[in-house]
């Protein structure tokens, strides 16, 4: 090998080094001047805590949390400490104020109302609660069925919509007992709505029989609907109102015409030379 050119080549592995070695300590040198990320302590979730639950010193922990601290974020225990959860907190989530009721408020169902809403309880069986698919959160509307005041006896059970777009606040069971005293479970769903709508529903779950419909919660649209009876599913006609039936468009209400009784008719032969005809007459009114 040429001497010459195994000089070069040694030579260029040197700078090669060298200019490596430098790179290497200016990036450590960067890296090493950066501060460290500051890390703050927050208060999380030792454990998932449901929807209802007590919020007690044990199910509370101080954990690191890096970068600005969460907004909502509570900063004192003494703060977290016997509030109700109104959303469901998962294990290490840091706990915000939004997902807690107001002080005072207590824990269970009852601080999950919001300001200015009732909880109303409707007994239903799997039918009536859409055979099970009734859940927290979903929305439904009410259908009442029963004889209306004053409708037409040939109407028969009416049908209509009571409450649309009505939130379930909660699905669980009652324990009741039967008439011989032995428990029996009574699903027991519980729906969020407005004073005036709980008179309403109070009143119909006491008078009539209720059926739930259940409904997409991004479709809030409330449709106007005239309600229906036994007696409009055999005619095909629908209701228009209790106790009055709405006629097809297009059709009117049948003329009654009084039959007349035809006056009798006078026969006259006419004959005129070898020509004959006949004539006939209507006998005068009296």
Known sequence: MNKRFAYVLVFALIVAA??????????????????APVTAQVFAAARTLPVGTLIRDVDVKMTPWAGPIPPDSILKKEDLIGRGVIATIYQDEPILEPRLAARGAGAGMAATIPPGMRAVAVRVNEIIGVAGFVLPGQRVDVLISGMAPGASQSLGMVTRTLLQSI??????????????????SVPVVNLLVTPEQAETLSLASSEMKIQLVLRNPLDTETVKTP????????????????????????????????????????VVEVIQGGKRDTARFKEAEQ
């Open 167 to 184: 939130e379930v606040l909660s699905a669980g069971h009652n324990i009741q007992r039967d008439a011989e005293g032995k428990p029996i």
């Open 227 to 266: 309600g229906t009876a036994v007696g409009n599913l055999f005619s095909g006609q629908r209701l228009a109102g209790l106790g009055e039936e709405r006629r097809p468009a297009g059709r009117r209400k049948p003329v009654v015409v009084e039959a007349v009784k035809e006056r009798p008719e006078v």
């Open 18 to 35: 060298l200019a490596t070695l430098l790179f290497y300590r200016l990036v450590a040198g960067r890296l090493s001047s950066e501060p």
